[in-house]
């Protein structure tokens, strides 16, 4: 049996995990005493996962559950990541708040498996992996196939040759960017596919805690314009990758509204929030979302990037820096105004340092008038329907 996490109505997508990030020798007293929490909790962690396994009666022959994320290749290597957690069955979800925040609980609490071999089978090539302390696991295969005329989903295989899962195997979807024009979009998340909203946490605890995919709002205008770019929300003409701050713990969250909402699928670039020695005093939001992005850029060097995000928090100051770096790489940046300083304030200088880079650029508080810059950028059709306008030349690269 092999189980399929695949679009649409997948709970499982996309990305690769943080890597390790060592710790600066100059340490002052703040940083002294992060440390001394961080070996603090990680103590508690270990003697919390102790006393779960005693009284799960965990041996190294438990059944285990696999979170394949989708992943995404070039012409030369497929990468694909997921996570080896305990497995527990699913739970049933009422309409109760009690019962939506269990849920959600549940989501957070995962109890990871390490030192799990992994195997990954993918275009005749198969690799053996190890989950690490966090339980996940990585792969970076080499290929020799070049990239499809129009963008598509691919599979990889992958299975616990030594560990029962939920399944034989699981069939993740792998991403594989067509080069017909060569256009891919890189989106934030919060604040400009889903509404978060205010960050008082006393005000929003049930939007955090008890609100399911089906309870939350998508950004007005989002699905339209996305839409537009990608032609089909489930298999877009167009290479769609999300960079968010969002934990790996929410991606089956996530995954699910965007089904929900008919938002493009694509791999996602998360965070890991474990405290293990690597992660705990660890790369901020910032420094995260511009490696993210700097990996997807120098991973796809023929492509150019439209660049979506809001200005509620650093997005436009990340993808300032995106362009001092690539250039013209970055075709494009949308913000949504959700900050209301568009026009002025630190915001509205590094948009208008884009601007003057050549950069189109917009900001506003909707998606409603982004259609005209699509239009400019041909994008306003999906890549397929431009080439059989003679828009675009036909590829014969197809593997």
Not at 99 to 121: F, Q, T, W
Not at 152 to 167: D, F, G, N, V
Not at 219 to 227: I, N
Request: aromatic share 10%; proline share 6%; glycine share 8%.
């Amino acid at each position: 049996m092999t189980e399929r996490s695949t679009f649409p109505g997948a709970t499982r997508i996309a990305g690769e995990p943080d890597g390790a990030a060592p710790v600066s020798a100059g340490m002052t007293v703040a940083d002294r005493f992060r440390q001394f929490l961080h070996a603090t909790a990680l103590e508690l962690e270990a003697d919390i996962d102790r006393l779960q396994n005693f009284l799960a009666g965990d041996a190294h022959g438990e059944r285990v559950r696999m979170l394949a994320y989708a992943g995404y290749r070039n012409g030369a290597e497929m990468r694909v990541s997921g996570r080896i957690v305990r497995y527990a069955e699913p739970l049933k979800t009422g309409r109760s708040t009690w019962s939506k925040a269990r849920a959600m609980m549940a989501i957070y609490n995962s109890h990871e498996v390490a030192g799990v071999d992994v195997r990954c089978a993918f275009g005749g090539v198969q690799h053996d992996a190890v989950s690490d302390e966090e339980g996940y696991f990585h792969f970076a295969l080499p290929v020799d196939r070049p990239l499809p005329s129009a963008t598509r989903w691919e599979a990889a295989t992958l299975s616990t040759p030594r560990r029962e899962m939920q399944a034989a195997s699981v069939a993740v979807p792998i991403l594989a960017p067509g080069v017909d024009d060569r256009w891919g979009i890189i989106s934030d998340i919060d604040d400009t596919v889903i509404e978060t909203g205010p960050t008082n946490f006393l005000k929003n605890w049930r939007r955090v805690f008890a609100e399911r995919p089906g309870d939350r709002l998508a950004v007005p205008g989002a699905a339209s314009l996305y839409g537009v770019i990608a032609g089909n929300h489930a298999a877009p003409t167009r290479p769609f990758f999300y960079v968010s701050s969002s934990p790996w713990n929410l991606y089956g969250f996530l995954t699910e509204f965007m089904e929900l909402n008919r938002i493009p699928h694509g791999p996602m670039f998360l965070k890991d929030i474990g405290i293990d020695p690597t992660k705990f005093i660890k790369t901020g939001h910032d420094t995260h979302k511009l490696a993210s992005i700097e990996t997807i850029l120098a991973f796809y060097p023929d492509h150019r990037f439209l660049l979506m995000g809001d200005n509620g928090q650093m997005d436009v100051d990340i993808y300032a820096r995106a362009v001092r770096r690539f250039g013209q790489r970055v075709a494009a940046v949308f913000i949504r105004d959700v900050a209301g300083d568009c026009a002025q304030g630190p915001k509205a200088e590094a948009l208008a340092e884009i601007a003057r880079a050549g950069v189109a650029t917009y900001c506003a508080s909707g998606f409603a008038d982004a259609v005209d810059i699509l239009e400019k950028l041909g994008l306003a059709r999906p890549a397929e329907a431009a080439k059989a306008a003679g828009e675009i030349p036909a590829s014969s690269s197809d593997a």
